[in-house]
């Protein structure tokens, strides 16, 4: 029965109720409503008696359809998707700007690509190390494809210092370099933490001393504050976040839902054509 008709049948049997309290189970033929009785009567107005009545038809109801109340749940988490997905679609709009030019973003791919992916990761989320091919995938199989990569450190204390350390480097990094640190931050094996971006600064022989120090300096602080600033205007609940067009896509859902997108957004300019 649809949710519609089930929950109107219910209605009409608590309003006889409401209409004829004390003879509901004994009349047989309905008398014609006086015009004090043709409006609902407000629920203050039930005694303890009729409230128990209307309450004990209604759970039985529901009791004998639990497909009812189903379809309510579906409703209501229906509607909250469409709530939400609205909320997110005015945020990704005034925030446009920040999630494709700030200065503080990770570029990869081709800087003037007529397309930009934005991710937001975190250097110890293991969907963003599996998502990590498909990105660099991505990149090397479409030559116009843009990447935004935004630090967003949710996993705790050793994120945070890892996301600190990689936006420092980028001030001793260029071009591709940049891109290779972030790869192998993101495939070490074990927690990512300070200590260990330190070692890939070393690594690719960055000065150690210089990324200690920028790491606490206000080009970075200016990073992450912006960076959890848009996750929180976004919504985003997890890494990884993927931002292409009109769309955000949560989580790693492998490379051709990412692909289509790109390819949607670049044939007319929305994420589904």
Same mark, same amino acid.
């Given at each position: 029965?649809? @949710?519609?008709?089930?929950?109107?049948?219910?209605?009409? /049997?608590?309003?006889? @109720?409401?209409?004829?309290? *004390?003879?509901? $189970?004994?009349?047989?033929?309905?008398?014609?409503?006086?015009?004090?009785?043709?409006?609902?009567?407000?629920a203050a107005a039930f005694s303890?008696?009729?409230?128990?009545?209307?309450?004990?038809?209604?759970?039985?109801?529901?009791?004998?359809?639990?497909?009812?109340?189903?379809?309510?749940?579906?409703e209501g988490e229906r509607r909250?998707?469409?709530?939400?997905?609205?909320?997110?679609?005015?945020?990704?709009?005034?925030?446009?700007?920040?999630?494709?030019?700030?200065?503080?973003?990770?570029?990869?791919?081709?800087?003037?690509?007529?397309?930009?992916?934005?991710?937001? $990761?975190?250097?110890?989320? %293991?969907?963003?190390?599996?998502? /990590? #091919?498909?990105?660099?995938?991505?990149?090397?199989?479409?030559?116009?494809?843009?990447?935004?990569?935004?630090? $967003?450190?949710?996993? *705790? #204390?050793?994120?945070?210092?890892?996301?600190?350390?990689?936006?420092?480097?980028?001030?001793?990094?260029?071009?591709?370099?940049?891109?290779?640190?972030?790869?192998?931050?993101?495939?070490?094996?074990?927690?990512?933490?300070?200590?260990? #971006? /330190? #070692?890939?600064?070393?690594?690719?022989?960055?000065?150690?001393?210089?990324?200690?120090?920028?790491?606490? *300096?206000?080009?970075?602080?200016?990073? @992450?504050?912006?960076?959890?600033?848009?996750?929180?205007?976004?919504?985003?609940?997890?890494?990884?976040?993927?931002?292409? %067009?009109?769309?955000?896509?949560? %989580?790693?859902?492998?490379?051709?839902?990412?692909?289509?997108?790109?390819?949607?957004?670049?044939?007319? *300019?929305?994420?589904?054509?």
């Amino acid at each position: 029965m649809p @949710l519609f008709r089930s929950l109107l049948s219910a209605t009409i /049997l608590a309003g006889s @109720l409401a209409v004829a309290p *004390g003879a509901a $189970f004994a009349q047989t033929t309905p008398a014609q409503p006086t015009p004090s009785q043709a409006a609902p009567a407000p629920a203050a107005a039930f005694s303890d008696a009729q409230r128990q009545a209307i309450e004990a038809i209604i759970k039985d109801y529901l009791v004998k359809n639990p497909d009812v109340l189903q379809e309510a749940i579906a409703e209501g988490e229906r509607r909250q998707q469409e709530t939400q997905k609205l909320a997110q679609s005015a945020a990704l709009k005034e925030a446009r700007e920040a999630l494709i030019n700030s200065p503080h973003g990770v570029v990869a791919g081709n800087p003037s690509g007529d397309v930009t992916l934005v991710e937001f $990761f975190d250097y110890n989320c %293991g969907y963003c190390r599996k998502a /990590l #091919a498909d990105i660099q995938a991505l990149i090397k199989g479409d030559p116009k494809l843009r990447v935004v990569l935004k630090d $967003f450190p949710v996993l *705790g #204390a050793e994120s945070l210092e890892a996301s600190k350390i990689a936006l420092a480097a980028k001030q001793q990094l260029k071009g591709d370099k940049v891109f290779e640190f972030h790869t192998r931050l993101l495939e070490s094996k074990g927690r990512v933490n300070g200590e260990r #971006a /330190l #070692a890939v600064g070393k690594e690719m022989g960055l000065d150690v001393a210089r990324l200690t120090k920028d790491a606490q *300096g206000p080009e970075v602080k200016a990073a @992450l504050s912006e960076n959890v600033g848009l996750g929180d205007k976004l919504g985003l609940s997890g890494t990884p976040a993927f931002i292409i %067009g009109d769309e955000i896509i949560p %989580g790693a859902v492998g490379i051709e839902p990412i692909r289509k997108t790109i390819n949607d957004v670049r044939q007319c *300019g929305h994420a589904s054509c």
